[in-house]
């Protein structure tokens, strides 16, 4: 188990950028694969962006390629989600989630979620 705790969201204009911070309890979270999710409001939760637990591989879904970058330090027990050139249809709350597998892109799979940070992007 790891417990999981998000900071970073906040409002910020379109075409601006955030960094989330996701940070992580328990020794063994270099054995994890990270993932990134989103929920917008009335929306089901949607898959954001994933890295191995190593940090070899990364997965993006399609609407975030180009624009954010996932990437981890494992010393610090810690995974983080570079969102560049933010569109209003990015206005969610974005969740961290830890996979005790390689990596994966289904939430269903994830079993230990932080609660989740606000992003709004105005227009």
């Known amino acids: 188990q790891v417990q999981l705790v998000e900071s970073g969201g906040g409002l910020v204009q379109a075409g601006g950028s955030l960094r989330l911070t996701c940070a992580a309890s328990?020794?063994?979270?270099?054995?994890?694969?990270m993932g990134w999710f989103r929920q917008a409001p009335g929306r089901e939760r949607a898959f954001v962006a994933a890295?191995?637990?190593?940090?070899?591989?990364?997965y993006y879904a399609d609407s975030v390629k180009g624009r954010f970058t996932i990437y981890r330090d494992n010393a610090k027990n810690t995974v983080y989600l570079q969102m560049n050139s933010l569109k209003p249809e990015d206005t969610a709350v974005y969740y961290c989630?830890?996979?005790?597998?390689?990596?994966?892109?289904?939430?269903?799979?994830?079993?230990?979620w932080g609660q989740g940070t606000q992003v709004t992007v105005s227009s």
């Open positions: 989630a830890a996979a005790y597998r390689a990596i994966t892109t289904r939430a269903s799979e994830y079993a230990n």
């Open positions: 328990g020794r063994t979270f270099s054995s994890y694969a």
């Open positions: 890295i191995r637990w190593s940090g070899g591989d990364v």
